[in-house]
T-cell receptor
Framework: AQSVTQLGSHVSVSEGALVLLRCNYS??????LFWYVQYPNQGLQLLLK??????LVKGINGFEAEFKKSETSFHLTKPSAHMSDAAEYFC??????????FGGGTRLMVKP | EAQVTQNPRYLITVTGKKLTVTCSQN?????MSWYRQDPGLGLRQIYY???????DKGDVPEGYKVSRKEKRNFPLILESPSPNQTSLYFC????????????FGDGTRLSIL
């Protein structure tokens, strides 16, 4: 069975600092991996996805993530945090049809 | 505009009173799904549908029903709601394929008293 673990349910950074949100997965087959962002009172929006090919994936709003098979990780980064990045972030895995398995989520807080 | 529309956005009701949450998408997606979101647990899948008249259970189907009579609509039915179904619910849709991102509605917050 597949699973997704997000380390840190809450992460706080200062505006302009590096953002690093951690995601580790377990899957018996090569997975498709996604990062979604949820702003207050809204649904989830796709930030980026890894399917095959290049392991460094760039997404919207300056975010990127690197697929590391040896570490079973797919951490999300952004070089410089902005106040508008404050939201909840979800890592998700798909290795069977369209069924997504989500991590528990990480709430990112950005301090001025 | 491509979107997934859920109604209602908020609902407070009482134990045992049947309710339906509607979901409609305008992207001609084959796949539709319902999730519930609870703090610390992320999103868990309730039911999904691969196409019209094809539905199947997700990870937490107990107490819920769905139907898929038309491609664009996928209602979630709680025939006898209970307080443990108080949650935030999301409908999502996508084209078929594991590499396809899912598009989410804005959510329905249900409170069962």
């Amino acid at each position: 069975a597949q699973s997704v673990t997000q380390l840190g349910s809450h992460v706080s950074v200062s505006e302009g600092a590096l953002v690093l949100l951690r995601c580790n997965y377990s899957s018996s087959v090569p997975p498709y991996l996604f990062w979604y962002v949820q702003y207050p009172n809204q649904g989830l929006q796709l930030l980026l996805k890894y399917t095959t090919g290049a392991t460094l994936v760039k997404g919207i709003n300056g975010f990127e993530a690197e697929f590391k098979k040896s570490e079973t990780s797919f951490h999300l980064t952004k070089p410089s945090a902005h106040m508008s990045d404050a939201a909840e972030y979800f890592c998700a895995l798909n290795n069977a049809g369209n069924m997504l398995t989500f991590g528990g989520g990480t709430r990112l807080m950005v301090k001025p | 505009e491509a979107q997934v529309t859920q109604n209602p956005r908020y609902l407070i009701t009482v134990t045992g009173k049947k309710l339906t949450v509607t979901c409609s998408q305008n992207m001609n997606h084959e796949y539709m799904s319902w999730y519930r979101q609870d703090p610390g647990l992320g999103l868990r899948q309730i039911y999904y549908s691969m196409n019209v008249e094809v539905t199947d259970k997700g990870d937490v189907p107990e107490g819920y029903k769905v139907s898929r009579k038309e491609k664009r609509n996928f209602p979630l039915i709680l025939e006898s709601p209970s307080p443990n179904q108080t949650s935030l619910y999301f409908c999502a849709s996508s084209f078929w394929g594991g590499n396809q991102p899912q598009h989410f509605g804005d959510g329905t917050r249900l409170s069962i008293l």
